[in-house]
């Protein structure tokens, strides 16, 4: 065959790909945006697009992962005994947002309201370490890690030491850790894990040899410690230095919380239905659920959410409490892509009144990620959106509150990715004293902020306003 024909062949296969690909695409995507954005793609290079969309557009492990947590329930559910939805000890009585908050969050991640539990938010990452450390030494139990990096730097290895340590105790110990956002460290934390007796296990593993398990963009971004059944520490600190990742970026500022009381056992429930659905192991036994007292006055909602549940829950809930603000709105987040309804929601809170506050970090790790964000923030500033930079590294922390009567805080960011991909842990609070605690974290960053004006948006470079229109096109995908 001669050039000109391999030519005609190779023209002809492209086009095949992408008129193959409209009925593929727009039968499997709901939104309509998303479509488009797939379709951009495969029509420009329609063989990249092809690729890609085999490694990230197909929902295969949606269905493997709902049956197994389906399995992981079955297994223990009976076992945890869950109480009935509690209303928590306010100030005033229990408002009808809050009826309404605590009900969506119900059926986003199908755990109620529970009251009487103790939380302290830690902001460094030294003291997250240090106690967590000290917990894990003082466990007599069970130990159970779940965590989207582990790093083999300094603080991975003090706490992989403080693993070993209990299990030479003979505290039961697991860690699961997730394939791609762990890459590195897989290997040789699981022989130095499997050396000590320890169960280790990959969450969503990447294998091309086995592409029908997987999407390697489908991620579990949880971070999660449960000790004894009664400790519990929740945020968006991984087990890392906060020197990881693109040094321009700066130190990562992060936000956990160590919690206590009869919540523990929720986490403890999303823990075992991530273990069983990644590993197939069953772990059962009331001693897992041990009777929590109360131990303090906070009424918080755990909210696991990911695509073996309704994808759009998150966001909803999120947008219903952003409707419900009469005062002020601050939200914190390392990558702010909205989707439409919540970027509707946020500049018709400013029409009705609202101050609405958006802290950023200055530059993220992510250089795509920040130029399709500065689209949308330049949106905001326009409809009166107070926006403000951190300046003293990457801010890290994804927390959000509304007055004085919701918050939340967690591992998911605020773009599509967290709302419809990852398997995501947030974390919603109800209660006065937690709601100051978190608006005073947030204070905190804004006091190391500097806020950004629309003029000096419309005065940025040409190049920069061409970036962040390009980059918003392939928002739906980031």
């Known amino acids: 065959m001669t050039w000109a024909d391999w030519s005609v062949i190779t023209i002809g296969l492209s086009w095949l790909i992408r008129l193959a690909m409209i009925p593929v695409v727009v039968t499997r995507k709901e939104n309509p945006t998303t479509c488009l954005a797939w379709l951009m793609i495969v029509f420009f290079e329609p063989w990249l697009g092809l690729a890609l969309y085999w490694l990230f557009g197909e929902d295969r492990l949606v269905r493997k992962r709902l049956r197994a947590r389906l399995a992981a329930q079955a297994s223990y559910e009976p076992i945890s005994s869950r109480p009935a939805s509690v209303e928590p ?11 309404l908050l605590a009900s969506l969050g119900q059926t986003v991640g199908e755990m109620p309201v529970m009251n009487g539990n103790s939380l302290s938010f830690l902001i460094e ?3 997250v370490v240090e106690s967590l450390i000290r917990d894990i030494d003082a466990a007599q139990h069970h130990v159970h890690l779940l ?3 582990y790093a083999l730097d300094v603080v991975g290895e003090r706490v992989t030491e403080a693993v070993i340590r209990a299990k030479q105790r003979g505290v039961e110990c697991r860690v699961l850790i997730d394939d791609v956002g762990s890459w590195q460290a897989v290997r040789p934390l699981a022989v130095q894990f499997e050396q000590a007796g320890i169960e280790f296990g990959v969450s969503l593993p990447v294998s091309l040899l086995r592409r029908g398990l997987a999407r390697i963009d489908m991620r579990n971004h949880r971070k999660l410690v449960v000790i004894d059944g009664s400790i519990a520490w929740t945020g968006s600190q991984n087990i890392v230095e906060d020197t990881y990742g693109h040094r321009g970026a700066g130190r990562w500022r992060d936000i956990m919380a160590r919690i206590n009381g ?7 429930i999303l823990f075992l239905e991530d273990w069983h659905a990644d590993t197939g192991a069953e772990v059962t036994g009331t ?7 109360t131990s303090g006055n906070v009424a918080l909602q755990v909210i696991p959410s990911g695509p073996d549940r309704d994808p759009e829950s998150l966001r909803h809930l999120i947008v219903e409490a952003i409707h419900t603000a009469r005062r ?3 939200i914190t987040s390392p ?5 439409e309804p919540l970027t509707c929601a946020l500049t018709l ?6 101050q609405v506050n958006l802290i950023v970090p200055r530059r993220s790790d992510l250089r795509v990620v920040d130029f399709a964000s500065s689209f949308y923030i330049g949106y905001l500033l326009k409809h009166g959106v107070r926006v403000f930079r951190f300046e003293d590294g990457l801010l890290h922390a994804k927390t959000l509150t509304v007055d004085d009567t919701f918050g939340m805080f967690g591992s998911a960011n605020y773009d599509v990715r967290s709302f419809q991909l990852n398997f995501e842990l947030n974390v919603s609070l109800y209660d006065q004293h937690s709601l100051r605690e978190l608006r005073w974290v947030q204070e905190h960053y804004r006091s190391q902020s500097t806020e950004f004006s629309q003029t000096e948006w419309q005065n940025s470079p040409p190049w920069k306003h061409l970036a962040a229109n390009l980059a918003k096109l392939f928002s739906p995908l980031l």
């Open 89 to 99: 000890q306010t100030e005033q009585q229990p408002s009808q947002p809050f009826q």
């Open 147 to 149: 965590f989207y990096i």
């Open 349 to 354: 809170a400013v029409r009705r009144g609202v």
């Open 287 to 293: 001693q897992y659920f041990p009777d929590r007292p």
């Open 125 to 127: 990452t030294e003291a």
């Open 335 to 339: 990558y702010f892509i909205p989707d």
């Open 328 to 330: 002020e709105v601050t």
């Open 262 to 268: 009869p919540a523990v056992r929720e986490f403890q």
